[in-house]
């Protein structure tokens, strides 16, 4: 029995329960890839989580000695939001190595969940996107459930902005880019889809907005002002916000519990500081995509901002 000082709250909230609630968000997303990408993404989704689930288990049993938490689902969230971020062509065994970094790099040698200070799934991404960068920049477009188009090559919309400037995106479909965009990673096939699952992490409370609004609002502004400034170099803020990982970075990595503020504040401000590292990165940078390394850069951050922005305590005026 555990004896604590009042007030004592109760809530039926658990791990499980939220990383339930965040697999339920992510599904919508997953069927549209799975329903474009096809076998190879299925086998990507498969190999990832079974990766993450086992490492963690295997971790957790013989390294630390402690029991299981694969049960609190957190390895498959984490395998889910890995393979999100990879091509669906990304060999079987470059997924292994992106699940040994996230859980055996990022996640555990922290000491678990709640413990790390980087989101796993991004760490990982990084480091294959560093190494790997040939792999992971490859974004042929295989046979789908849904679609006859055998191998294409499928380039991102910022790719093709970082190769060719505003003339190489010129008639772009924003209905489409909306709906679904294939080229790419899982994570950037369907924005609408994305954004049923933030609406339902919203609703259930999982997550608060604040994060992933200022997120939004910053590029948008950001963009629009350079947009407004030279629109023959620089991109229309709509296209900024529906290209890339933007929206499933905002949405579902970003608004982590472990590695973003607790207070809305310093949510807010840790919103704002990715915003403006990924408008940086884009429009200034080497890499077309800046949502991981912002956020990486960003999760540094939150243990000043946690000490900066921090709520009142219960009961204190």
């Known amino acids: ?6 007030p004592h ?36 989704l498969s190999v990832s989580v079974a990766s993450c689930v086992f490492l963690e288990w295997a971790i957790t049993k013989y390294l630390l000695k402690a029991p299981s938490t694969v049960g609190d689902l957190s390895a498959v969230v984490t395998g889910l939001l890995l393979a999100m971020n990879l091509p669906c062509t990304t060999p079987v065994w470059v997924v292994f190595v992106g699940a040994v970094i996230a859980i055996g790099v990022a996640k555990m040698s922290f000491g678990g969940i709640g413990q790390n200070v980087f989101n796993p799934a991004i760490t990982a991404r990084v480091f294959l996107l560093i190494s790997f960068p040939s792999i992971m920049t490859d974004w042929t477009v295989p046979q789908g459930f849904i679609h006859s188009t055998d ?3 499928g380039a991102t919309l910022l790719g093709r902005f970082s190769e060719g400037g505003v003339e190489a995106i010129q008639g772009v479909d924003y209905l489409q880019t909306l709906f679904f965009n294939i080229g790419g990673s899982a994570g950037e096939i369907s924005a609408i889809a994305l954004l049923a699952g933030f609406v339902y992490l919203c609703a259930r409370k999982v997550i608060k907005p604040w994060i992933s609004l200022s997120i939004f609002v910053t590029v948008a502004l950001f963009s629009g002002v350079f947009f407004l400034i030279d629109p023959a170099v620089y991109p229309d803020p709509l296209f900024t916000l529906l290209s890339g990982g933007l929206i499933l970075g905002a949405c579902f990595m970003a608004t982590d ?4 503020p607790m207070s809305d504040k310093g949510g807010i401000i840790y919103g704002i500081g990715i915003g403006v590292l990924v408008m940086l990165i884009r429009l200034f940078g080497s890499y077309p995509e800046g949502m991981s390394f912002a956020i990486l850069i960003m999760n540094m951050a939150v243990p000043l901002l946690n000490r900066w922005c921090h709520q009142k305590k219960y009961g204190r005026k």
């Open 1 to 6: 029995m555990l004896v604590s000082p009042a």
């Open 9 to 44: 709250l109760h809530t039926n909230v658990s791990t499980r329960s939220l990383m339930r609630d965040v697999i339920i968000a992510l599904a919508p997303a997953i069927i549209v890839s799975v329903l474009f990408y096809g076998w190879s993404e299925l086998l990507v």
């Open 151 to 153: 191998a294409v090559s």
């Open 257 to 260: 519990y472990v590695t973003s």
